[in-house]
């Protein structure tokens, strides 16, 4: 699959503090793409970058294979964290205004706004002013703007704020409908359960230097641990931690299960496998719990960020 974007070896600087550091990354067409950092790492900077709103140092952008230029702006979709919709005017007249910088006929602009108002169920919006609405409905509003002109590349950042649980989802899985239908997506986020939802592949930036990159589930096997999580139903409690204690690597474990037998982790040595434990177990115990501990977004995170 090709890239729909490429930024290589970008760095930026303002005064004396580095933005970024010569980070590349490579979006899929097609895909939805986590760029992620803890606050200050970069990722603005970067989004800001592709938007052409700051210009870099050093590096170039590509976006389907041509050098980044000012027209290209007509195909990028940009949600930012801070939004700017004018409070004072009412929603459909806004919408229509903002539709139209993107290069929409007014005509074709109200037709696709209509139908998104529908989908989102918030066609009795339309002559309400921004500041009758509460943060999550004008967050609605921005979120259809930012889409209504189809564009190859969307960029949403921290697009669940503001949201209650149903809307969240309302608005996530809109963006995986439009991802089925081509298109490319980076999205940024603190919600790492977001992350594990929505994105193929992620890339890591930490103090202004890319730290991680890569598809995500090869990512996950790359940090796991060969730990499982695991329950057993026995006469002597005691005495079977004792011998597994001899012969893994355990720590007490915190699940919930309707037994009320040992609970442990217990880390295999790298040759001995998942079978091979299961069926020691089964010599000792009823197993009622057994699952492989696979890292989520969120620990790979922090343990990334950590070892940098």
Not at 24 to 40: H, T, Y
Request: charged share 25%.
């Amino acid at each position: 699959m090709s890239n729909l974007l490429e930024a290589q070896s970008v760095s930026k600087k303002f005064e004396d503090f580095t933005a970024l550091n010569n980070v590349s990354i490579a979006v899929e067409k097609g895909s939805i793409f986590g760029l992620l950092g803890p606050n200050g790492a970069g990722k603005t900077t970067l989004i800001r970058v592709i938007n052409q709103i700051t210009m870099p140092d050093t590096g170039k952008v590509f976006l389907d294979g041509e050098p980044l230029q000012r027209h290209h702006i007509q195909n990028i979709g940009y949600l930012p964290e801070e939004r700017g919709l004018y409070k004072t005017m009412k929603v459909g007249e806004q919408a229509l205004y903002l539709a139209q910088l993107k290069g929409l006929e007014k005509a074709e602009a109200k037709k696709r706004l209509l139908q998104w108002f529908e989908r989102l169920e918030i066609g009795d919006w339309w002559n309400k002013k921004i500041q009758e609405l509460s943060k999550g409905m004008a967050q609605k509003i921005q979120f259809v703007v930012t889409v209504l002109h189809e564009p190859k590349l969307l960029i949403f950042d921290e697009p669940f704020s503001g949201f209650d649980p149903i809307n969240a989802d309302i608005i996530k899985n809109e963006i995986l409908r439009l991802r089925e239908e081509g298109a490319t997506v980076i999205f940024s986020t603190h919600r790492m359960e977001s992350v594990e939802e929505l994105c193929d592949h992620i890339t890591l930036i930490n103090k202004s230097n890319k730290i991680l990159d890569g598809n995500l589930n090869a990512i996950k096997r790359q940090f796991k641990s060969n730990t499982f999580e695991v329950g057993i139903n026995t006469s002597n409690v005691l005495e079977l931690e004792r011998s597994l204690s001899e012969k893994f690597d355990i720590s007490p474990a915190e699940f919930k299960t309707l037994n009320s037998g040992l609970k442990l982790n217990i880390k295999l040595p790298e040759n001995e496998s998942a079978n091979q434990l299961l069926s020691y177990l089964t010599t000792k115990g009823e197993v009622s719990h057994f699952v492989e501990l696979i890292p989520s977004a969120s620990d790979i995170f922090i343990q990334a960020v950590k070892n940098n």
